[in-house]
């Protein structure tokens, strides 16, 4: 199975930018690999933010963007909050099934 | 709504089947998957089922082919992972997930 690779943890201001990438051990990720990210914050279940690359569910905050970016799937937080403070994953497709990255720990300080 | 049920403790070799009811979707058109965590680890993609119409067939990892299976009963909005030949490093609060919605997850753990 494929290995996927995120930054192991990041830091953003208040109200600053960040971007997380999600890359794959079988090169480029495409749209055929259906990327998706989700934020689970500590004690509780994931939730998914974002599905095939930049599709938002009703209760994703508009200052999250998916995206594709040099050869890896990217999430992009803009205007960071507090409460953006979590875990991030990122899933993708590969030949047996799908498979998570090791998550990255976005802290906002 | 997805609520899991059927964790608990067991011997390493053993076998226990998790359950998982889903209400407030039609669940017969998801395809369904379990992912599990184990103790301060990351998520990992334990596998899935695709639904009825879309050939009701069903993917694992690599860590579980063979020992563990994926079922559904969509008469009763249930998804089943049957687990067997168990081992320590199985143990994981075990979630199911419809893609939209996430359920709480059940603990399994293994240990003699």
């Known amino acids: 199975q494929a290995v996927v690779t995120q930054e192991p943890s990041l830091t953003v201001s208040p109200g600053g930018t960040v971007t997380l990438t999600c890359g794959s051990s079988t090169g480029t990720v495409t749209s055929g690999h259906y990327p998706s990210w989700f934020q689970q914050k500590p004690g509780q279940a994931p939730t998914t933010l974002i599905y095939e690359i930049s599709k938002k569910y009703s209760w994703t905050p508009a200052r999250f963007s998916g995206s594709l970016l040099g050869g890896k799937a990217a999430l992009t937080l803009s205007g960071a909050q507090p409460e953006d403070e979590a875990d991030y994953y990122c899933?993708?497709?590969?030949?047996?099934?799908?498979?998570f990255g090791g998550g990255t720990k976005l802290t906002v300080l | 709504q997805l609520v899991e049920s059927g964790g608990g403790l067991v011997k390493p070799g053993g076998s226990l089947r998790l359950s998982c009811g889903a209400s407030g979707f039609n669940f017969n058109n998801v395809w369904m998957t379990w992912v599990r965590q184990a103790p301060g680890k990351g998520l990992e993609w334990v596998g899935r089922?695709?639904?009825?119409?879309?050939?009701?067939?069903?993917d694992y990892a690599a860590p579980v082919k063979g020992r563990f299976s994926i079922s559904r009963d969509d008469s009763k909005n249930t998804l089943y992972l049957q687990m067997n030949s168990l081992k320590i490093e199985d143990t994981a609060l075990y979630y199911c997930?419809?893609?939209?919605?996430w359920g709480h997850g059940t603990t399994v753990t293994v240990s003699s």
């Open positions: 089922i695709r639904s009825k119409a879309d050939g009701g067939t069903t």
């Open positions: 899933l993708v497709s590969d030949d047996y099934g799908r498979v």
């Open positions: 997930t419809a893609g939209i919605v």
